[in-house]
């Protein structure tokens, strides 16, 4: 799940993770989502994994 440090802190994305975990889907929260995010911080959304950009986000 990706969100923003103050949606963690506030609780509003607890529904979520909780839905996923009832249909048996395990999450993983990334909360270090910036306005405008430099590439670095796209790439680190997929730890362990080839260096690509996650589907729907273009380099500008």
Not at 4 to 24: C, F, R, S, T, W
Not at 41 to 51: C, D, E, K, N, Q
């Amino acid at each position: 799940m990706i969100s923003d440090d103050g949606a963690v802190k506030a609780g509003l994305v607890q529904p979520g993770l909780a839905n996923l975990a009832n249909a048996g889907a395990g999450a993983t929260i990334f909360a270090g989502v910036v306005a405008d995010p430099p590439e670095s911080i796209i790439y680190r959304l997929r730890p362990g994994r080839s260096a690509t950009l996650l589907p729907g986000l273009a380099r500008q």
